[in-house]
């Protein structure tokens, strides 16, 4: 149990803080989003007459947005609102604000926008039904990526066995509780918005670029985030809003319903997964990967989803040769978005099936065969990237033995199994941060907003204490806006306290370098705060900061200290690459899992009974956040493997956009999860951390699968494993 | 002068005149009150974060008209830290780090001091837990939740 509550526990827990949703300002007005039906097609009239006619209602389209941004020309390729054509059913076309929120949607039914409409394609596999070939050049491309080495052909050709599989896995949504809400305001030449955003600098060079006018004249403040999850990394109606309070000369607050989320926000998308795995003498000889990744409607040569997300079908297993190949295809849906370990979880839950299926055949124990290939700290992935300090291996081995235990007690008819991911701590464009000591606190200045996961008040004040010595009562997390703050790339890529939390540690390394000049101290010094004022302690000295403050920043800010971290890309042997991008992982981390599960044969509903978790962390920054992370993400994860799907008819329409028809996990199916956090395999961390807010999501598919499995039999090769799918995987078993 | 129509929000006479008469009780506690502490989450009823108590009850006020509660007793989060299980709750929750993005929170907090007044804190741990179920959380995993939802009945007045 947790010895020292979160910071913001006690707001929290009395309603007390600022969220998107719950931004107000006076004579302030309500925004709203007009939607385009749920067609796609060329646009052949947006009618905003009408709804101008109204009282107090200020309407704005596509033809609007040059004079509202002063003759500025923003990004061509992606407009506020469509110019030509709908791209997605309900793309927003227009907006309005209004005194109240009826009047503005009222408003906003009132406008009159007519397509011409095309076919809707939203099914995927509609666009290639033979896999496009090798030369594909297609308008319904985004991207294409591939790489091999080794003579993958003749290795398959002449293996004793060969697993051909095709898996299937659904679009998702993020499903974080708060609607995407912003308010703005335009003064002059200044932009001002206060958003819920994983990222306050990201929605401002993207707000920029949308709108075509300077990054520095955009002032972006985050408030509270009501859960990220990764759909609040990227501006969204920040844009709308800011044309919305241009043209309405008053602040503008728009918010998305919950609706609207599922039908406009940007998740993750469907995907068809392919291999080809050849084995002799129970080793794998070589391996096959395909990819046919939904991205919706990212633009051509802007989708970042495929080079980043098909890494995680290369791993986390060696294979003497290697040929993966991805195509992003465009359909009529939202873009592609960020989900929790964007299709790592997917992934996973494909290469761990697979290679089930692989052992099997090769007449070998499935989990023995996988730990048998795994990576390990000084072998490199198919792309050529440096595997260091590892834990995956002792995280496997450790799930080995629990399976092996529960197994040995799990009632007939029940099934355990164990599933593997990895990851790669993120660094993004990188942190900087910025500390100032005053005579009573050490405060941290920042732009990032804390998301939930504790990543920035509890993640960077935890580094800053273990540096310094100071306790966390004496360490206060500031925040500023993008005017003020040091620049932070976003809280994403479980980044926060591995990546700006390096940029933390350099500022309060060179803080303390700085205090021990001042007191004339050899060598290091520590911040101690528990007798009153905080007092500066060497190995031969001792003095208060007010002592060793200069009277200016005595009177003023205190003793600034600051610390940058760009952060390290990953390498890639671009020997191996033949098209495309591949993002170049590195600082790799990694999970094992193990879960019982009860299959109901008749039903095919699965209960999952208990589940253990072991996690590579690098280090271990603040134990409570740490297993809260995992235990979360853990339980998304359930939903991933079990419930959540977005459903697109045949009509082209999200047939689910609501919580009680896209169902994720309550408090009644959340089994008892035991966790164990391995330390002594370093990351780029601050004292060794790895990233820990993916990590936990990106088994747990593969591993309820693979219990399914050993339960009953099932093999399944489509997610989410609902009832129907598991039963009708029974009657075929 | 006839009396006008009121409803009580956390103990004050909040006067129903001038409210139009469909607006749902969550709308009139964010917008007409201030009282933005109840989270707005679906507006369907499937998330459970507008969970406020009417004369002691868990009401999901998104669903709720605000004419229908003339007469009756609305107590938010704002002010559930008045009452001692309110207050022994939140405390549940503070101690067994049952939070993190923080927006289902006043819900679930709301909820279960309802429920313990209701049911009173012997009433069995899955009555709770079921009960609970209505109140989604996407951060926690909610494990934590029911360690809270343990600690709160130990603690309970």
Redesign the interface.
Known sequence: ??AT??P???E????????G??L?APRMRWGALVLAPPLAGRITGVDLTEARSLPGVVAIGAADVAGLVGGATGDAERPPFPVDAIAYPFQPVAAVAAPTLAAARAAAARVRVTVEAAPLVTDLESVFPDWPGPDARDACLAAHVRARFGDVDRLLASAETVVRETYRTPGIHQ?????HACLAEAHGDRWIVRTSTQSPFGVREDAASILGVPETSIDVDGT??????GGKGASFLEPYALLLARAAGVPVRLAL??REEFLLGRSTLPAVIRFETGVSGGRIVARRVRLLLDVGTSLPGRDFATGYSIGFLLGPYRAPAFEVEGYAVRTHKPPFGPHRAPFAPQCAFAVESHLDEVARAAGRDPIEFRADHLWTEGDRTPLGQPIGPFGLPAAMAAARRTATAWRARCPPGHGVGVGVGFWSTGTGAGGEARLRLTPDALLIEQGERE????SVLVGLAAVAERRTGLARDRIRVEYRSTATAPFDSGVFGSRTTAALGRAVDEAASALLADLARRLGSEGTVRLRGDRGEIEVVGTAARRTVRELATPAERAGPGILAVGKHYGARGTIDETRVEAGEFYPYHDFTGAAHVAQVDVDRETGAVRVERYAAFHDVGTVIDR?SAL?QV??????GLGTALTEEAIWGPDGRLQNP???DYR?????E?P??EIELLEGYPGDGPFGAKGLGEPPIVPVPATIAAAVRDACGAHLTELPLTPERVARALKSA | MSAAPTLTVNGRAVALTGVPDPERLLDLLRWRLDLRGTKEGCRTGDCGACTVLVDGRPTLSCLTLAHELEGRSVETVEAIGDDPTGRAVQDAFRDAGALQCGYCTPGFVVALTGLLKELGRSAPEERFLADLGGNLCRCTGYLSIARAVRLARERAP
Do not use: C, H, N, Q
């Not at chain 1, 499903?175 to 609607?179: Q, Y």
């Open positions: 149990m947790s509550a979160r913001d526990a006690a929290k827990l009395r309603g007390g803080l600022v969220y949703t719950d107000v499903v974080a509780l708060e609607p509270w985030v009501g859960g990220g999850f319903t919950y998301i939930g996961s504790g409570s809260a235990e979360g993400g853990i339980v998304m609501g919580l009680l994720i996990p309550t408090l009644l959340v008892p999860i």
